[in-house]
């Protein structure tokens, strides 16, 4: 497993804009496919956007379609989520998520997590 610590979380308004961060121990960082989750309490964590190994193809989550923008950066052992036009039910903890399996978008997928970052838009 790879060890992962997210970053850049905050208190934004309606409509702003924030860059989280995600980074990975090891030198293995570019055989994981990476994802962002959200989850508020007592909902179930729910996907927000997902990255292939190469960055080639990337996925994303009907709520945040055009408004959020997840990316890599292998030599960095990083991944991003640029969230733009922040709403108040974007509102949640955001977690990054590593695996080496092939599927991308079911939370049981994933098998390393980091510890999650909390994001908070007021309207």
């Known amino acids: 497993q790879v060890q992962l610590v997210e970053s850049g979380g905050g208190l934004v308004q309606a409509g702003g804009s924030l860059r989280l961060s995600c980074a990975a121990s090891?030198?293995?960082?570019?055989?994981?496919?990476m994802a962002w989750f959200r989850q508020n309490p007592g909902k179930e964590r729910e996907f927000v956007a997902a990255?292939?190994?190469?960055?080639?193809?990337?996925y994303y989550a009907d709520s945040v379609k055009g408004r959020f923008t997840i990316s890599r950066d292998n030599a960095k052992n990083t991944v991003y989520l640029q969230m733009n036009s922040l709403k108040p039910e974007d509102t949640a903890v955001y977690y990054c998520?590593?695996?080496?399996?092939?599927?991308?978008?079911?939370?049981?997928?994933?098998?390393?997590w980091g510890q999650g970052t909390q994001v908070t838009v007021s309207s």
């Open positions: 998520a590593a695996t080496r399996g092939l599927g991308l978008l079911q939370r049981f997928e994933y098998d390393s």
């Open positions: 090891g030198r293995t960082f570019s055989s994981y496919a």
């Open positions: 990255i292939s190994r190469s960055a080639s193809n990337a």
